[in-house]
């Protein structure tokens, strides 16, 4: 058997080849992150705090705003630290720390939106039966199940990495560790580890997928079934939110992970990641609160009773 040194660190390639601007870019995104952590951090007190978002479907925003904080938290503050420095590296057990963290808030909210749409589905076409099949005991299970899945299949796909070996090149083609560009350095087999990228893709993004398209294609049905304009306009209110959130959301992944292979583009691949590590975390807020009023009073109590 040969012997191989282990690598300690992995060398980041970085996200702009712009020496000169690093401090305007840190300093954008500090502001970006900031607002990523406020808005998101604002949806969840405000949902514990004020009785009227005491509903299930502010119960599962509050998830996904949790969600969206870890997600631009386990990329963003290593990512900005890089940008000051002119040698743009991550230890060995920081890049895993990584990849736990980043896999567990994408499985975890590809679910998690599954069922957010599945609370739209009982409300629009079954709303005599909301009370009965979403109740707070049904809502609190869900959601253990759902980041209970996201943990396995992180650990999972985790422990699997840590099984490989890493004992040549070390410079991973990303701004940070994401698991195909650095399966892409290990000097051993990654059959297992590509067959559970496989079955994940399939359980996890395409299982999801269908069911919130089938969810969405019913509420939409019943939606058109409803007579009178206003009905119709009420009606699609209460879900067109968490349908731009999914769309979003969906059109990063899928413009990511399923594409030919010859339209792959490192800048253009970049670019994507900051669209689902910062922009939607942005976003998420902001399209959840713009239109609610319900968010809107319970923001304006937390900020008088802030001021005092």
Same mark, same amino acid.
């Given at each position: ?55 299930? %479907? #502010? ?101 699997? %990495? ?28 990654? #059959? ?83 669209? #689902? ?32």
């Amino acid at each position: 058997m040969l012997n191989h040194t282990r690598v300690t660190e992995f060398i980041m390639q970085g996200l702009f080849d712009h020496p000169h601007h690093q401090g305007l870019f840190f300093g954008l995104f500090l502001c970006l992150y900031t607002a990523v952590i406020m808005g998101n951090s604002l949806i969840i007190v405000a949902t514990l705090l004020h009785p009227p978002l005491h509903t299930p %479907m #502010y119960f599962f925003i509050a998830n996904l705003a949790t969600l969206d904080i870890m997600c631009s938290s386990s990329v963003l503050p290593k990512m900005m630290k890089n940008l000051m420095q002119k040698k743009k590296t991550i230890s060995f057990d920081g890049c895993m720390a990584q990849v736990f963290a980043f896999t567990l808030s994408g499985g975890t909210e590809l679910m998690l939106l599954t069922i957010m749409s599945y609370d739209r589905y009982v409300a629009i076409c079954h709303p005599l039966l909301y009370v009965n099949l979403m109740t707070k005991r049904i809502c609190i299970s869900l959601a253990i199940g759902v980041w209970a899945v996201g943990v396995v299949n992180s650990v999972v796909n985790t422990l699997l %990495m840590l099984l490989l070996d890493f004992c040549g090149p070390n410079l991973i083609q990303h701004f940070f560790c994401e698991i195909p560009p650095v399966l892409a350095l290990s000097c051993s087999s990654i #059959y297992l580890n590509q067959v559970m990228m496989f079955l994940a893709d399939i359980f996890l993004a395409m299982g999801n997928f269908l069911l919130t398209t089938v969810s969405y294609s019913f509420i939409i049905i019943t939606i058109l079934k409803i007579r009178s304009s206003k009905g119709k306009q009420r009606a699609f209110s209460t879900c067109s939110s968490h349908l731009l959130v999914v769309t979003l959301f969906y059109s990063s992944i899928i413009y990511t992970y399923i594409r030919p292979a010859s339209s792959y583009s490192l800048d253009k691949d970049k670019l994507v990641a900051i669209m #689902y590590t910062l922009m939607t975390p942005i976003l998420n807020p902001l399209i959840y609160s713009l239109r609610n009023r319900d968010i809107k009073i319970a923001f304006r109590k937390i900020f008088s009773f802030a001021m005092k």
